[in-house]
């Protein structure tokens, strides 16, 4: 009869263990329970190190039913790559690096801080049912950028419901960022910068980067927006251009699409900086960065740090919102450009760098399971997480990323495997460009020293307010120099010695 185990064989015995049961794909994966489910995310975070950074937190803000909305079957917008985007996020286990929030839809009055009332009630009431059989709502269809040729808008069942989902999603992370519960915090389905003061465009219809902006002003003095979107963030720039305490950067295509027309919105040319009246405090607190067809990754990660750096040094912000839209890749259905995921995320990973409180939101971007892929992956480089670049096996809806044409299952495939555009961005035409971006940033006098807005006071009280203290310290200077010249005066005087010689002590 053997003896007992000595103490080194039991150790040995009771280091081996079999593993979990691992879900060989997702067919295994959707039978189990929740508990499993939840096992085998966290054991592929374990294996890969994520977890929540160090020093710094970062938040995602979400509200699943925003997914749930559809704007036609021909429309270039499909909510479903936000669907996409969250099943990568949470197949990777990056929910354990994250504090998650649910926020709650916006209010009526929430949105009417920024958008029209009239415009807003609008939106409340139009549906696909009542457009034709009421006169009254069909005779505004125009009015409010609605409607056309194109139909870029169009009025869809619960579009109340949805501008409100992602517009409440931005309001709430910025209030984590004042609150100071949130370094970064996040909403990719956020992002939506064509729309206007009183009017829907560009697949936009409430513009929640204004709102979320307008929030974070009424405690921090200079916030610095920037927009990576292949399109022109015209309805940010418009939304600010009177005030200095809102700098617009904006990276987009400029010039003729490709069927000859002007590329959509026809705006953010590098000569456009905001007001020309000299009075206008906006002055100069607008950059637009126009480029050309098939710009590279090399190329794209050049412009951004070396024109991104300049202004933040220059405009010195107290916190940052990066529109981090994703028709700027190339194969994108509507963008024009050549970009890959980690240059399109070199964009979140230096912005990030300067530790400056961070808003991200999403945006454009019309090849869903692209889309997906950058905003798993910027997701990352805001937590300080590495992705492996084999998709999880786990992963719901796989199938959209399975194929040569589709990226062969991986996070990062090569975005030119389908479609390359020429690039008529030459190094001599950037070069051109940034020495231009550096002659108008020469025009900024600098970081605004102005009164933060604790009081919900309105923009023209904060101008008053600031003109007075501006007035007072323009007296005081005034004064002491005055006094400075009668000071010296006097000592000349007392100090003049015989022969024009000056005893200066």
Request: glycine content about 10%; aromatic content about 10%.
């Amino acid at each position: 009869m053997p003896g007992p185990a000595s103490k080194n064989s039991n150790q040995i015995v009771q280091e081996w263990e079999p593993t979990e049961p691992w879900a060989v794909d997702y067919g295994d994966f959707k039978s189990m329970s929740a508990e499993a489910k939840e096992a085998v995310i966290q054991k592929e975070a374990d294996e890969y190190g994520i977890e929540k950074p160090k020093g710094y937190k970062v938040s995602f803000h979400y509200n699943a039913e925003v997914e749930y909305h559809h704007f036609g079957s021909s429309h270039p917008m499909k909510p479903w790559r936000l669907t996409l985007a969250k099943q990568l996020i949470l197949a990777y286990g990056l929910e354990y690096a994250m504090d998650l929030y649910q926020p709650r839809p916006a209010t009526f009055d929430e949105l009417a801080i920024f958008h029209d009332r009239q415009y807003l009630g609008f939106l409340q009431s139009i549906t696909p049912q009542n457009l034709d059989s009421d006169p009254a709502k069909a005779k505004y269809l125009e009015l409010f950028g609605f409607g056309g040729e194109s139909n870029d808008c169009p009025v869809f069942d619960g579009l109340w419901n949805y501008v409100s989902l992602y517009s409440g999603a931005s309001m709430h992370a910025a209030h984590n960022l004042l609150n100071q519960q949130s370094d970064i915090a996040i909403n990719w389905s956020g992002g939506l910068h064509h729309a206007k003061k009183n009017a829907a465009s560009g697949f936009c219809y409430v513009n929640d980067i204004v709102l979320a902006i307008q929030h974070l002003l009424t405690q921090h003095q200079r916030v610095l927006y920037i927009d990576v979107d292949v399109h022109h963030g015209d309805g940010v720039e418009q939304a600010f251009e009177s005030t200095d305490r809102v700098f617009t950067l904006s990276y987009h295509k400029y010039g003729l699409d490709k069927w000859g027309a002007g590329f959509f919105p026809g705006t953010g040319n590098i000569n456009e900086v905001g007001p020309t009246d000299p009075s206008n405090r906006g002055k100069g607190h607008t950059l637009n960065i126009p480029l050309e067809d098939g710009i590279d990754d090399e190329q794209y990660k050049w412009l951004f740090k070396t024109v991104t750096g300049a202004v933040i040094l220059k405009y010195q912000p107290t916190a940052i919102v990066l529109q981090c839209g994703a028709d700027s890749l190339g194969g994108d259905r509507l963008g024009r450009f050549n970009l890959n995921i980690k240059a399109h995320g070199f964009c979140v990973e230096h912005v990030k760098s300067f530790n400056i409180p961070l808003l991200l939101i999403g945006g454009g971007g019309y090849t869903p399971r692209n889309v997906a892929r950058t905003w798993c992956h910027e997701t990352a480089v805001c937590t300080g997480s590495e992705l492996h670049n084999n998709l999880p096996m786990h992963l719901p809806y796989l199938q959209a990323f399975d194929g040569a044409e589709n990226g062969g299952g991986m996070l990062y495939p090569n975005l030119h495997n389908t479609k390359r555009h020429d690039n008529q961005n030459s190094r001599e035409k950037l070069q051109k460009l940034v020495a231009h971006a550096m002659e108008n940033l020469r025009y900024l006098e600098g970081a605004p020293s102005v009164v933060v807005n604790n009081h919900g006071l309105t923009e023209a009280q904060i101008m008053r307010i600031r003109e007075k203290v501006d007035r007072e310290m323009r007296e005081e200077a005034e004064d002491k120099e005055s006094r400075e010249s009668e000071q010296g005066r006097r000592r000349r005087e007392r100090n003049t010695g015989g022969r024009g010689e000056h005893r200066f002590r």
